[in-house]
């Protein structure tokens, strides 16, 4: 189990974390290449206002080829299975690395915006499949920490891309072609592992009617002794849907069985992404700047907030299967709304004491480390349980749309709100954190060791009332 983990978070949400984490640290030198190559090309200077248009673009296009990617990430989980899903996903990233490691040598920035756009494409089918089949392959006692996975990948390739991005590594002017195009290792490391692990059991049986391929399956993740117990689970499963189809994302918006899973979804998805947590890693360079970090250590000290967020989605992964799932997320909220107050009060009176700005700088740390303790972890893990396995692709496919359609337009908005509101945009996370928190608080049952059909009947009586 731990090792089909590994298998398919290499591949996928690590592709995500380090795709956003490595376009951080070629800004100049991709600044640079589309100065010279608009003047060879045109024999004219690049209009400041276009190099700023063409740069917005290629950092951006990500964020559209991750919504393309979660809309046709769930269909692939259907028709090619979860396992061979992830293994076509490689395909497009391979791809993707080519045309951005030849868009330098080409001359062609062209073949940079395609290759951003396809990783994200590949970002997006990741980030949708891959909690898929882990959900399904877990036991119900170690779900949680397993789907965990997904975070902890996800924070580890952020904290590579930084990593691999210093000026020492790929991120000098001559090497950031290949640090563009490293994401296909990953990929190439996915379709090496990945083939010598099964099928989701719970796919092959509900989904494909294969009972043969499900039962060995699950000897091979659960062991030949204890594979029964979930073999009956996965069965009951199969009986309760008396053959149901695996459902379209707007069948769920017109199913009155899964209403309130999809809005817990949905203000989860949307919850995490305008939590704060841009804006946090947005006031970082100027809070450490305060703090008197010189501007050449602060590519090094940016490490830390990164090894923070991987530590955190590593102690979720451990407690989340005892503490429960509804108590790490509130509490992260809850959290999250004491340190957004705490940072509105550090940075308003930043200049009156020389201690102020190293209360923001450990504010900024607390922060994240409660990002990854609740929200960032445990967001991913609920959306698997709150859905029965007709319903769970169609959920993932709605709940990615929901996530980087938020993240286009906090990407697009936040430099206004934060030029309006200056420090004070950190009460509008506030509100919103404890929003969520209340939400959740009211409305979400505690899933930890019950299985999809026990959790289904949990959400029965909010979607059809008492009666």
């Not at 060995?216 to 073999?231: C, D, N, P, T, V």
């Not at 769920?252 to 949307?270: K, N, S, Y």
């Not at 709150?386 to 769970?392: A, N, P």
Request: hydrophobic letters at 45%; aromatic letters at 14%; glycine letters at 10%.
């Amino acid at each position: 189990l731990f090792l089909a983990v590994c298998a398919v978070g290499i591949g996928g949400t690590f592709q995500y974390g380090y795709n956003v984490s490595i376009i951080n640290a070629p800004t100049q030198h991709i600044h640079k290449f589309l100065n010279e190559t608009w003047t060879s090309r045109y024999h004219k200077e690049l209009n400041p206002d276009l190099l700023t248009f063409l740069w917005s673009v290629i950092a951006s296009i990500f964020s559209l080829g991750g919504l393309c990617g979660a809309l046709i990430g769930g269909s692939m989980a259907i028709r090619l299975g979860r396992k061979g899903a992830l293994l076509m996903n490689n395909i497009i990233a391979i791809v993707a690395s080519i045309l951005m490691g030849i868009s330098f040598p080409t001359g062609l920035f062209e073949l940079l915006i395609a290759g951003r756009f396809l990783i994200g494409i590949n970002s997006g089918i990741g980030i949708c499949v891959q909690p898929l089949y882990i959900g399904e392959i877990a036991p119900k006692h170690l779900r949680g920490g397993l789907a965990m996975g997904t975070s902890i990948f996800l924070t580890g390739g952020i904290l590579t891309g930084q990593i691999i991005g210093l000026r020492e590594l790929l991120g000098g002017e001559k090497y950031w072609p290949l640090l563009l195009s490293s994401s296909c290792f990953p990929a190439f490391a996915q379709l090496l592992f990945l083939p010598w692990f099964p099928e989701s059991p719970r796919y092959l049986l509900i989904d494909r009617g294969d009972e043969l391929s499900c039962a060995r399956a699950l000897k091979r993740f659960h062991g030949s002794s204890e594979y029964q117990r979930e073999m009956e689970d996965i069965q009951r499963e199969c009986y309760a849907l008396d053959g149901e189809k695996p459902k379209k994302p707007w069948q769920l918006f017109t199913d009155r069985g899964v209403r309130w899973q999809l809005i817990t979804v949905i203000v989860m998805t949307m919850g995490q992404q305008l939590s704060g947590i841009n804006a946090i890693y947005f006031y970082a360079t100027y809070i450490f700047e305060e703090a008197g970090i010189s501007a050449e250590k602060i590519p090094y000290v940016t490490l830390g907030t990164g090894a923070c967020e991987c530590l955190t989605a590593l102690s979720c992964g451990l407690l989340i299967d005892y503490v429960g799932r509804r108590y790490l997320i509130i509490g992260g909220y809850c959290l999250m709304t004491l340190w957004c107050t705490v940072l509105t009060f550090s940075l308003t009176y930043q200049d009156l004491y020389s201690w102020v700005p190293y209360v923001s700088m450990m504010s900024i740390f607390a922060f994240i480390l409660s990002f990854g303790l609740g929200p960032g972890g445990i967001t991913n893990t609920l959306t698997a349980e709150l859905f029965v396995q007709s319903s769970r692709p169609a959920a993932y496919m709605i709940g990615g749309t929901v996530s980087w359609i938020s993240f286009f337009t906090i990407g697009m908005l936040f430099p206004f709100i934060v030029n309006g509101l200056k420090q004070y945009c950190f009460l509008v996370f506030l509100l919103e954190c404890s929003f969520v928190a209340a939400f959740i608080f009211l409305v979400i049952p505690e899933t930890k060791n019950k299985s999809f059909l026990e959790i289904k009947k949990e959400f029965h009586k909010l979607n059809f009332g008492r009666n």
